[in-house]
């Protein structure tokens, strides 16, 4: 089965700086997607970006961008010059490129706090 | 409706009540999914619903949990029996095909409903 491993409960960055959140991820699969959501205190969860695994380059979406790893299993999020706007928990996850529809596996979360 | 609508926001019931989450997906939206979060945890998948094929029910965490989409359209999760670790929120998404093969397929997610069994 596929696990998806967020090592940081919290993470915290002052406003216009970068910051960097980690993701692992276990699978036996050679063709996956990965993303990485948001979650606001409205609780709903609002899609950040997307990597396919086939793709070699690291998908970007403005200031937000990912270092894709696929032989160390590892999908990190960037954010760059860091917003207020952005503080919220962040949700690594995967889902497999098979036909069983888009069942998604997430990590546990990591809470991001931007301080001004 | 322009996004996922879910009903109600927020649910406190006693231990060994019955009780039942709504779900409003998009309009035309043929995949339907109900997540479980519990605090500090990430989302745990429940059941999966897709056009009319019979639905994954893999992730119910037992048999008090059920599950149905009536007219390929609302569906309602119930649980029967609460028990104090029902306690979570529920999200539900929808997708227009469910199909991971479809590159552009995106999950479109409600707002949850907030469950509290005391």
């Known amino acids: 089965a596929q696990t998806v491993t967020q090592s940081q409960p919290e993470m915290s960055v002052q406003e216009a700086e970068t910051v960097t959140l980690s993701c692992t991820y276990d699978t036996s699969e050679s063709d996956y997607y990965l993303f990485w959501y948001k979650q606001p205190p409205s609780r709903q969860m609002i899609l950040v970006i997307r990597q396919e695994a086939y793709k070699q380059q690291n998908a970007t979406e403005n200031r937000f961008s990912v270092n894709f790893q696929k032989a160390a299993k590892s999908f990190s999020l960037k954010i760059s010059d860091s917003q207020l706007g952005d503080a919220a928990m962040y949700f690594c996850?995967?889902?497999?490129?098979?036909?069983?529809?888009?069942?998604?596996?997430f990590g546990e979360g990591t809470q991001l706090t931007v301080n001004p | 409706g322009a996004g996922v609508s879910q009903s109600p926001s927020n649910k406190v019931t006693e231990k060994g009540k019955d009780v039942e989450l709504r779900c409003d997906p998009i309009?035309?939206?043929?995949?339907l999914y109900w997540y479980r979060q519990s605090l500090g945890q990430g989302l745990e998948f429940l059941i999966y619903f897709q056009g009319n094929s019979a639905p994954d029910k893999s992730g119910l965490p037992s048999d008090r949990f059920s599950a149905e989409r009536t007219g390929g359209s609302v569906s309602t999760l119930t649980i029967q029996r609460t028990q104090q670790e029902d306690s979570a929120v529920y999200l539900c998404?929808?997708?227009?095909?469910?199909?991971?093969?479809?590159?552009?397929?995106?999950?479109?997610f409600g707002s949850g409903t907030q469950l509290s069994v005391l």
């Open positions: 996850a995967y889902r497999d490129f098979g036909t069983s529809g888009s069942r998604l596996t």
């Open positions: 998404a929808s997708s227009l095909r469910g199909q991971t093969l479809a590159t552009n397929e995106k999950l479109f």
């Open positions: 309009s035309g939206h043929t995949a």
